[in-house]
C-alpha cells in the first residue's frame, strides 16, 4: 500500500461521514480485532463501548486513524451504523406508533481502498438480522459523496451571504 492509497482512502471515508446525517456508530475490523467508534454529527470521534460512546480525547481520534491504516494493510471491513437515521412505522396489530430506525451499511477494505457494498451483500453477513430496527443502505459511491459535500458547500455560502446582507 502506498500514502496515496491511504490519503484518498481516508479522503474518502471522511467524505462518506460527513455526507451521513447524525451520529454514528463506525466498527472497523482486520484480522482478530474489531475496534468501534461513535461519531457524532459534529465529526468528534470517541472510542464506543456497549452502552455507546465511552469518554476519550484527541487520542481516540488516532485510535480510529490507526486501526483504519491497520485494515487498509492488512485487509479488513468497515460497518457504518447510523443511529436513529428514520422511523420504522408499526403495524396497527402490534399496537401502531413508530420506532427508530438505524441504516447500516458497509465496505470491505485492502491495501487498495475502499470497496463499497450494496445492501444485499451486506444483508448475506446478517442471515438472522442486524440488532434492533435496522434498513440495509448502499454505501455511498465517490460520486455521492463529491455531489453531496458540494451541495453542503454550496448551503453554506447561501447561509453566509444571508447572514451577510
Given at each position: 500500500m502506498n500514502t496515496t492509497?491511504?490519503?484518498?482512502?481516508?479522503?474518502?471515508?471522511?467524505?462518506?461521514?460527513?455526507?451521513l446525517a447524525g451520529d454514528k456508530v463506525v466498527t472497523l475490523t482486520y484480522g482478530d480485532e474489531q475496534n468501534r467508534f461513535y461519531i457524532n454529527e459534529a465529526g468528534e470521534v470517541n472510542r464506543c463501548g456497549e452502552d455507546g460512546p465511552l469518554a476519550g480525547g484527541e487520542r481516540d481520534f488516532e485510535l480510529y486513524r490507526m486501526a483504519f491504516l491497520e485494515a487498509l494493510i492488512s485487509g479488513g471491513s468497515l460497518i457504518v451504523r447510523?443511529?436513529?437515521?428514520?422511523?420504522?412505522a408499526l403495524p396497527e396489530a402490534l399496537g401502531g406508533g413508530k420506532v427508530p430506525l438505524d441504516y447500516l451499511s458497509g465496505a470491505e477494505i485492502g491495501p487498495k481502498g475502499?470497496?463499497?457494498l450494496r445492501a444485499d451483500e451486506l444483508k448475506s453477513a446478517y442471515p438472522n438480522g442486524a440488532e434492533g430496527a435496522t434498513d440495509f443502505r448502499d454505501f455511498l459511491s465517490k460520486e455521492q459523496v463529491r455531489v453531496a459535500l458540494i451541495k453542503q458547500v454550496e448551503q453554506?455560502?447561501?447561509q453566509a451571504q444571508t447572514v451577510g446582507a
Open positions: 492509497h491511504f490519503e484518498t482512502s481516508t479522503a474518502y471515508l471522511d467524505g462518506v461521514l460527513l455526507t447510523q443511529l436513529e437515521a428514520g422511523e420504522l475502499l470497496r463499497g453554506q455560502a447561501s
